[in-house]
């Protein structure tokens, strides 16, 4: 599988973009995000059939993810802040009906590269 994110870029504080990502077959997916000299975070995920959607307290009321029927998964990011800039991958897991923690990074099988998104004051 191969995962492309796209959609970051340069935005003001209070700012909005939509984060999108491919993936093909049935995969729950998730959106991670590091910043530079931290640890990678979980932000989003959502299962396979879109039913389930979680999202970081940090990011909760101003981040939506959703998928589409095209396999494509989406992270919209509404009212940005300076602390939101990092790398955003967005990575798949293999729906296999398991019970996992979708906020860890070792439950996802594949990843894409990253994108930027950074946030201005």
């Known amino acids: 599988v191969q995962l492309q994110a796209s959609g970051g870029g340069l935005v003001q504080a209070g700012g909005s973009l939509r984060l999108s990502c491919a993936a093909s077959?049935?995969?729950?997916m998730g959106w991670f995000r590091q910043a530079p000299g931290k640890e990678r975070e979980s932000v989003a995920a959502i299962t396979w059939r879109g039913g389930n959607r979680y999202h970081a307290n940090s990011v909760r009321g101003r981040f939506t993810i959703s998928r589409d029927n095209a396999n494509t998964v989406y992270l919209r990011m509404s009212s940005l802040r300076p602390e939101d800039t990092g790398v955003y991958y967005c990575?798949?897991?293999?729906?296999?009906?398991?019970?996992?923690?979708?906020?860890?990074?070792?439950?996802?099988?594949?990843w894409g590269q990253g994108t930027q998104v950074t946030v201005s004051s």
């Open positions: 990575a798949a897991r293999r729906a296999s009906g398991d019970v996992y923690d979708h906020s860890a990074s070792n439950a996802y099988d594949y």
């Open positions: 077959g049935r995969y729950a």
